[in-house]
C-alpha cells in the first residue's frame, strides 16, 4: 500500500488556503468588529459549500452516521466553530496580535497531544521532533514581532481557544470517512450563524453589501475550501500528522504576504522556512510498517479497490474508481506501510 501523498497534499494545500485568509482579512476588517468577521467568513463558507452541494447531488443528502459519530460531530462543532472563537476574541481585548500569533501555534501541539494520548494514535520520535520543528519554525516568524506586555488572563484564553481547536480536529477526525463537503459547510453554517449572531446582540453594524461579499468569498475559500481539504487530510493521516502539516500555515500566509501585498520579509523568515522544511521533510519519509489486525468494519466513504476494499457490489457498478457507497470490511491481519488513517485504529502493543 502506497502512502498517501494526495493527503499530504491536501494538509498543505488547506494550510496555504487558510494561511492566506490572514493577510486578506487584515485588509477587509478596518474597524469591523473581529466577531462580525469571524461570523461573516464562516457563514461564506457554509452558504458556499452547501450550495455546491446542493447543486452537485440536486438534493439535500445527510450523511448516514453512527449515532456517536453525530456526538463526535456536534463536540467539534461546539469546541472549534463556537468556543473556541469567542475565546480568542476574548483573550485579543488583552493580549497583542503578535501575542496571540505566537500562542496559536499550541493547536498543532494539542492536537498532537490528544491525538497521541487520547485517541491513541501511533507516533514515534522522528514524528515528534519533525512537528517541534514545525511549531519552531512558527515561534521564529512570529516571536521578534511579540509584545512583552500583555495579560496572562488573555493569554489563558487564548490557550485555551487553542485546546478547543485541538479537540475539534480530533473529533472531526472521527467522522472524516463522511463527506467532506458536509462536513466543512455544516460547521461552517452553525458557527457562522453562531458568531454573526453574538456580534449583532454586542452592536456590530452590518458592513456594506461589498465588504460582505467580499468577506464571505473568502471564507469560501480561506475556511471552506480549507476545511474540506483538511478533512480529507485528517481520512488519510489522522489528527497528528495533518494538524503538523496545517501548522506551516503562518508561514504560508507570511510567504503570501510578502509576495503578493508586498509587505517586508519578517524578522527569521528564511530561518522558519528552513525549520518548516525539515520538519515536513521528516514526516514526508516517515514509513510506519508493521504487521497488523483490522476488526469487522461497515462505513462509506470514497474508495478503490485497494487491498482493503476487496468486495462486491450490490448495485451495478460502472468501474470508475473511486466511488463511494456503503462496505463492508472482514476481518484482516497483513503488514504494509501505513497512515492512522480511516482503516488503521489498531493499538501498538
Not at 235 to 249: C, E, K, N, W
Not at 322 to 340: F, S
Request: overall charge neutral; charged content about 10%; aromatic content about 8%.
Amino acid at each position: 500500500m502506497t502512502i498517501p501523498r494526495t493527503a499530504i497534499v491536501a494538509a498543505l494545500a488547506a494550510a496555504l488556503l487558510f494561511g492566506a485568509t490572514t493577510p486578506f482579512a487584515k485588509i477587509l476588517a478596518g474597524d469591523m468588529s473581529p466577531l462580525l468577521l469571524a461570523g461573516l467568513l464562516y457563514l461564506g463558507s457554509g452558504v458556499g459549500l452547501w450550495t455546491w452541494r446542493i447543486v452537485r447531488d440536486r438534493r439535500l443528502e445527510v450523511p448516514q452516521l453512527a449515532a456517536r459519530d453525530w456526538w463526535c460531530f456536534a463536540g467539534a462543532i461546539l469546541a472549534g466553530g463556537v468556543i473556541a472563537p469567542i475565546l480568542l476574541l476574548s483573550g485579543l481585548q488583552q493580549s497583542s496580535a503578535s501575542n496571540a500569533s505566537l500562542l496559536l501555534n499550541l493547536e498543532a501541539v494539542f492536537t498532537a497531544v490528544i491525538a497521541w494520548w487520547v485517541f491513541r494514535e501511533n507516533t514515534d520520535r522522528r514524528l515528534v521532533l519533525g512537528m517541534l520543528l514545525i511549531v519552531a519554525g512558527g515561534v521564529v516568524l512570529v516571536w521578534p514581532r511579540a509584545a512583552s506586555g500583555g495579560s496572562a488572563y488573555g493569554a489563558l484564553l487564548i490557550v485555551g481557544a487553542c485546546v478547543c481547536w485541538a479537540i475539534d480536529n480530533n473529533l472531526t477526525r472521527k467522522v472524516a470517512a463522511a463527506d467532506a463537503d458536509f462536513i466543512a459547510g455544516t460547521k461552517g453554517l452553525i458557527a457562522g450563524a453562531t458568531n454573526l449572531a453574538l456580534a449583532i446582540a454586542l452592536g456590530a453594524v452590518i458592513p456594506a453589501p461589498a465588504v460582505v461579499l467580499s468577506a464571505m468569498s473568502l471564507g469560501l475559500l480561506g475556511y471552506g475550501v480549507s476545511l474540506v481539504l483538511y478533512v480529507l487530510a485528517l481520512r488519510g493521516l489522522g489528527a497528528a500528522r495533518a494538524g503538523a502539516y496545517f501548522s506551516t500555515a503562518p508561514f504560508l500566509g507570511a510567504t503570501l504576504a510578502v509576495l503578493v501585498l508586498h509587505e517586508s520579509t519578517p524578522t527569521g523568515f528564511w530561518l522558519s522556512a528552513l525549520l518548516m522544511a525539515v520538519g515536513v521533510a521528516m514526516h514526508l519519509t516517515e514509513r510506519h510498517t508493521h504487521t497488523h489486525s483490522h476488526d469487522r468494519l461497515a462505513h462509506a466513504h470514497p474508495h478503490t479497490h485497494d487491498a482493503h476494499h476487496q468486495h462486491e457490489h450490490d448495485e451495478p457498478w460502472d468501474g470508475v474508481e473511486p466511488h463511494t457507497h456503503g462496505h463492508r470490511h472482514d476481518a484482516l491481519t497483513h503488514e504494509h506501510a501505513h497512515y492512522p488513517d480511516v482503516h488503521h485504529h489498531h493499538s501498538h502493543g
